[in-house]
C-alpha cells in the first residue's frame, strides 16, 4: 500500500497520527484534530527529534547544515503552535463520542429544536411473500421475524402528524430564500416501508390522503412539493397501484438482482422456487403503463452475495432502462466484512493496480466542463479536512451517526418508533401515540457511546472517516464494533482514499476543488440538516 516513510516516535507514541506519501514529502495526518500537513523528509525528522522531546537547541545543531539556523528554528516554532491547538497529542483519545448522560440529554435536547426531522417512514407491514436467503427476518434471531402485523390507521396517523408539527416547526424559522432551498432539496415526504408495503397498500393509500390532507397550505407549502417513496419486492402490482404510483408521482425502489438465475439464487418464495419472473413480469408492466415515469422515478437496487456473477447482474439491472440501477452487497448482523483476512490480502496486493485505475479516471475526467461525480464519491469526506488553524482535543466528540430519532425516524408496525428503517425492534425510542421518548434516547445514546469508546476506535487515526452508523452497529439490545481484522479492511480503504485524494492533490487540483465545491452544495449533497448551519 501506500508508501510510509518510518517514523518510530510517531509509531509508537501517536496512534491516531498517520503518515502518507506525496510525491517527494510527506503528508501528516492527525485523527485527533482532523488535520493534514505537507512535511519534506528532512521536516518529517525535526518533528520526530520534536516529539522525541529534544531541545530546539539541539535540534537547530543538529540539523542546521541541512536546512539552516533561521528555518529549523521558525519550524520548531510552527510544531510548538500547532501542539498549541491540539495537534500531535499523543496517546488514544479520550473519548469518541459523549458519554455523560447529562451531556447526552443536552445533546438530544439541541438536536430536538434544531435537527430537520430529513427522512421519515412507514412500515405499514412487517409481512412479506418472500424469504430471500439473505434478508436478516429470514436468517438473523435477534432481528425482527417475518410476521403479519400490519401498522393500525390511527398509529400511522399520529406518526404522520408527529412529523408534520416537526417539519412545520422547522420550516417556520427559515427566511424565505431558505424554505425556497429546503422545499428544493427536502420536501415534505413520507415512505413506505416492510415487509412488503404493498401487502398493505389500503393503508398507503390511507395514509398518502391523510398526508395531503394536512394544513401545509397554512406554512405556504404545496402539494407540488410533496415527495413520497416505496420500497418494494415487485411481487403485486396492479392497475390500482400503479396509478397511485403515477398520479402521485411516487419514488419507487424496487429490487431485482440479476437477470433470473442471478436474481433466483437468494430472492426465493417460502418454498425455496424463485421470483424473477413475477417480479421481472411486474417490473415491465410499470414501464409499459408509463414509460416516462419508469424512466424518471423507478430505481432498481440489488443485493450482491460472493456467488453472483457481480458484474452480469449489473449489466442485466442497467439494460432494462430504469432511472438508476445501484447494487450493494448483502449485509448480515454481527458481520461488518466477510472473509477480512482475504480482502486486505486482496487489497494490498492490487492497491497500487487500482491506484492506477483511479489516476487514469482522474485524467479522463480532467478538463471536462462537468465532471462525473460518481467517480469521486469516496472522496467528499475529504472536503472536511483542516489544512489551517486546527483545533484538536483528546475529547473527539464524534457521534460517527445520524442524530439519532432527529434526523431519520421510522414508525414501526407495531407503533413503536424506531432509530430507522434499517434496524430491528429491540430498542424502540418512543411509540406513535405518545411520542419521543427521551429517557429510551438518553439510554441508547449511552450504550452508542459506550460501544465507539472502546476497543480500538480510540487509538484508530481513520474514526473521523468511518462510515458504520449506529444502525449498522446494532445487535440484539445493544451495539458492537467491528472485530480487529475488519477494521483492517475499513482502514485499508481509507487508506487508498486517502492515496486518491492525495493524487489528485498533487496532479488535479483543479477537480480536487471541484469535489470539495459539490459536497459544500446543500443542493447536490444534503446530509443532517442543522438550523444553525443550514
Known amino acids: 500500500m501506500a508508501d510510509i516513510p518510518a517514523a518510530s516516535v510517531i509509531n509508537d507514541r501517536y496512534p491516531m497520527v498517520r503518515l502518507f506519501r506525496h510525491g517527494e514529502d510527506v503528508v501528516l495526518y492527525d485523527g485527533k484534530a482532523h488535520f493534514a500537513v505537507i512535511l519534506s523528509n528532512d521536516e518529517l525528522e525535526v518533528l520526530e527529534a520534536f516529539l522525541a522531546g529534544r531541545q530546539e537547541e539541539e535540534i537547530v545543531a543538529s540539523f542546521s547544515s541541512r536546512l539552516g539556523r533561521n528555518p529549523i528554528a521558525e519550524l520548531c516554532g510552527k510544531l510548538e503552535r500547532l501542539r498549541e491547538r491540539g495537534v500531535f497529542t499523543g496517546g488514544p483519545a479520550e473519548t469518541v463520542s459523549p458519554a455523560g448522560k447529562e451531556e447526552i440529554r443536552n445533546l438530544l435536547e439541541y438536536y430536538d429544536r434544531n435537527i430537520l426531522l430529513r427522512k421519515f417512514c412507514l412500515e405499514v407491514t412487517e409481512d412479506c411473500n418472500f424469504r430471500c436467503t439473505y434478508c436478516k427476518r429470514t436468517i438473523a434471531d435477534d432481528f425482527r421475524p417475518h410476521s403479519g402485523n400490519r401498522m393500525s390507521e390511527e398509529n400511522a396517523f399520529m406518526a404522520i402528524r408527529y412529523y408534520f408539527q416537526k417539519y412545520t416547526s422547522f420550516f ?33 393509500q390511507k395514509t398518502a390522503d391523510f398526508f395531503k390532507a394536512l394544513p401545509w397550505e397554512d406554512f405556504s407549502i404545496g402539494r407540488e412539493s410533496f415527495h413520497f ?15 397511485f404510483l403515477v398520479d402521485n408521482d411516487v419514488i419507487l425502489f424496487a429490487s431485482l438482482d440479476g437477470p433470473e438465475e442471478e436474481h433466483d439464487r437468494c430472492r426465493v418464495f417460502p418454498d425455496g422456487s424463485g421470483t424473477f419472473r413475477l417480479a421481472c413480469s411486474n417490473l415491465l408492466k410499470i414501464r409499459k403503463f408509463n414509460g416516462a415515469y419508469f ?7 440489488g443485493v450482491l452475495t460472493e456467488d453472483h456473477d457481480h458484474e452480469r447482474c449489473q449489466t442485466f439491472n442497467r439494460g432494462i432502462g430504469a432511472f438508476q440501477s445501484r447494487h450493494f452487497p448483502a449485509q448480515y448482523t454481527g458481520v461488518f466484512v466477510p472473509d477480512p483476512e482475504e480482502t486486505v490480502r486482496r487489497g494490498l496486493a492490487e492497491f497500487y493496480e487500482n491506484l492506477g485505475r483511479f489516476a487514469e479516471v482522474a485524467e479522463a475526467q480532467a478538463g471536462r466542463d462537468e465532471i462525473d461525480m460518481e467517480c469521486f464519491a469516496g472522496l467528499l469526506q ?21 442524530p439519532m430519532g432527529f434526523d431519520n425516524l421510522m414508525a414501526a408496525a407495531n407503533g413503536d418508533y424506531l432509530l430507522c428503517h434499517k434496524v430491528s425492534g429491540n430498542l424502540p425510542i418512543g411509540h406513535c401515540l405518545k411520542g419521543l421518548d427521551f429517557e429510551k434516547l438518553v439510554e441508547v445514546n449511552r450504550k452508542y457511546a459506550g460501544t465507539v469508546n472502546s476497543g480500538e476506535c480510540r487509538s484508530c487515526w481513520a474514526v473521523r472517516f468511518c462510515r458504520i452508523c449506529a444502525a449498522a452497529r446494532m445487535s440484539g439490545e445493544g451495539f458492537i464494533n467491528p472485530t480487529p481484522q475488519e477494521c483492517d479492511v475499513l482502514r485499508l480503504d481509507i487508506a487508498f482514499r486517502f ?5 489528485l492533490a498533487r496532479n488535479h487540483p483543479d477537480i480536487l476543488a471541484r469535489i470539495f465545491q459539490y459536497k459544500r452544495d446543500p ?12
Not at 417513496?229 to 396509478?243: G, K, P, R, Y
Open 523 to 534: 443542493e447536490h449533497c444534503v446530509g443532517v440538516i442543522d438550523i444553525n448551519d443550514f
Open 172 to 204: 417556520s424559522r427559515l427566511s424565505d430564500e431558505k424554505k425556497e432551498l429546503l422545499l428544493k432539496i427536502v420536501p415534505p415526504g413520507l415512505s413506505w416501508y416492510g415487509g412488503e408495503p404493498f401487502l398493505n397498500f389500503g393503508l398507503i
Open 295 to 301: 424512466r424518471r422515478r423507478v430505481s432498481l437496487f
Open 229 to 243: 417513496t416505496v420500497n418494494t419486492n415487485l411481487s403485486i402490482m396492479s392497475d390500482e397501484i400503479l396509478a
Open 382 to 402: 475529504f472536503a472536511g479536512l483542516v489544512f489551517d488553524n486546527p483545533s484538536g482535543s483528546n475529547f473527539l466528540k464524534l457521534s460517527l451517526t445520524c
Open 499 to 503: 492515496a486518491c485524494f492525495l493524487h
